[in-house]
């Protein structure tokens, strides 16, 4: 085998696993798209020592790191599909990136890609003003008009956390009534319910002042949140037999304490193995299935 194990994905959870078993002397190939969930937004929030840190100079110091420890290598490019091969697995890249690669063992730690609901405007400001997690952005729209557009019914249980950084609207966008009960628990914490279809968000550039009502009234709105659809970013997962279910909010795989998947040999680390989100609980679960994988190449 030309590596102990192959990581798809760079971001916070695979480098997380990446230095973990390089401290371990193991021999890791970590191929990465470039392409990370939190790409969009210029600030992480609430990671240990980094609050407030632009999340691609964090990935990028981190590599940096990685790559001073003799037993790692790095592939620029996408994995396009992964199979068993003899007592370990074979992964092909996509484009120009080269023959395929065989390792003993894998961590899927390519992400979710979001769906973000069709509504003008929105696509342009997600991850500055338009936003889904109130832990990692709330603090710096607080006290200012706040928004959760309605997709789900744990849109209204979003509405009523949100409401703790400032004054909150729930946009219902034309969906069906909510219960009383529901309604009650919204009212308590001063969330306003607004029934009407949203027809688009106004605001300079990548801010928000407003969002547009389909009668053409705007309301004023500096945030608003959104608990997008979220999917597996690579198809590798289904083709290699692990299994998916559907969390939350949306596609995750399933995996045990040691976050490996029910496919021997595969783990899975990050977002596309856990609900909820966040860059620590993505290196805290990175750290789990390298620390697990060194520990199963050892003890089988």
């Known amino acids: 085998m030309q590596h102990d194990v192959a990581i798809i994905g760079g971001s916070f959870a695979g480098l ?17 798209s470039g392409r990370p969930r939190n790409r969009f937004a210029d600030a992480s929030h609430g990671f240990l020592g980094h609050d407030g840190s632009d999340p691609a100079r964090i990935l990028q110091a981190a590599r940096d790191q ?8 790095f592939v620029a490019g996408e994995a396009v599909d992964a199979g068993r091969d003899g007592d370990g697995f074979l992964v092909r890249l996509g484009g120009d ?5 065989s ?11 979001d769906d973000l609901p069709g509504l003008p405007g929105l696509r342009d400001r997600w991850g500055k003003s338009a936003i889904h997690c109130p832990y990692c952005h709330g603090y710096e729209f607080a006290d200012r008009p706040l928004g959760v557009l309605y997709r789900v019914p744990m849109s209204a249980h979003q509405a009523m956390l949100v409401a703790d950084w400032g004054p ?18 919204l009212a308590a914490r001063g969330v306003q319910v607004v029934p009407d279809p949203v027809r688009a968000l106004h605001g300079e550039r990548c ?3 407003s969002i547009e009502l389909d009668d053409g009234s705007r309301l004023p709105l500096e945030a608003l949140y959104v ?3 979220s999917r597996l970013a690579s198809p590798i997962a289904r083709g290699l037999g692990c299994t998916v279910e559907d969390g939350p909010a949306g596609e995750m795989l399933v995996t045990d304490a040691d976050r490996q998947t029910d496919v021997p040999g595969v783990y899975a680390a990050g977002d596309i193995a856990r609900a909820p989100h966040s860059v620590s609980w ?14 199963a190449s050892v003890f089988g």
């Open 16 to 32: 997380a696993a990446a230095t973990y078993l390089a401290r371990a002397r193991q021999r890791v190939c970590v191929i990465d």
């Open 66 to 73: 990685l790559a001073a420890y003799p037993t790692v290598s």
């Open 97 to 101: 990136s080269g023959s395929p690669l």
């Open 103 to 113: 390792a003993r063992r894998l961590i899927l730690a390519f992400g979710l890609h």
């Open 168 to 185: 909150t609207t729930l946009y219902m966008n034309g969906a069906p009534r909510l219960d009383d009960e529901t309604l009650a628990k």
């Open 207 to 209: 801010a928000l002042d």
């Open 227 to 229: 608990a997008p659809q």
């Open 282 to 295: 993505a290196v805290a679960d990175g750290v789990t299935a390298g620390t697990a994988v060194h520990r």
